[in-house]
């Protein structure tokens, strides 16, 4: 059985760092494209970063500079640093694993249940 699991989300002062981390298990996710989404109220779900297979990674324009979003294969854990947070960036944060290099939501096939981000100004 294929589980996502995130953890590290919180409380934290506008300007204040956190790290989120995405335990996967249930197969093999070395050859998988590994994102993270974020969704606020009453927004839709937005990329915010991935680690293709290939090694590179892509950032959403509005956390690039500031975040940065790491593997470990042999672990299968994916870590995402975030710095100099903005009230913006408070949202539930996804971690989600596909086959495809995608920037959409729609084309990842696993899911974690979500880490809330919450960003005091």
């Known amino acids: 059985q294929v589980q996502l699991v995130e953890s590290g989300g919180g409380l934290v002062q506008a300007g204040g760092s956190l790290r989120l981390s995405c335990a996967a298990s249930?197969?093999?996710?070395?050859?998988?494209?590994m994102a993270w989404f974020r969704q606020a109220p009453g927004k839709e779900r937005e990329f915010v970063a991935a680690s293709w297979s290939s090694g590179t990674t892509s950032y959403a324009d509005s956390v690039k500079g500031r975040f940065t979003i790491s593997r470990d294969n042999a672990k299968i854990t994916v870590l995402l640093q975030m710095g100099n947070l903005k009230s913006e960036d408070t949202a539930g944060y996804y971690c989600a694993a596909g086959q495809r290099r995608s920037l959409d939501h729609n084309s990842y096939d696993y899911w974690g249940q979500g880490t809330q981000v919450t960003v005091s100004s």
């Open positions: 249930g197969r093999t996710f070395s050859n998988y494209a």
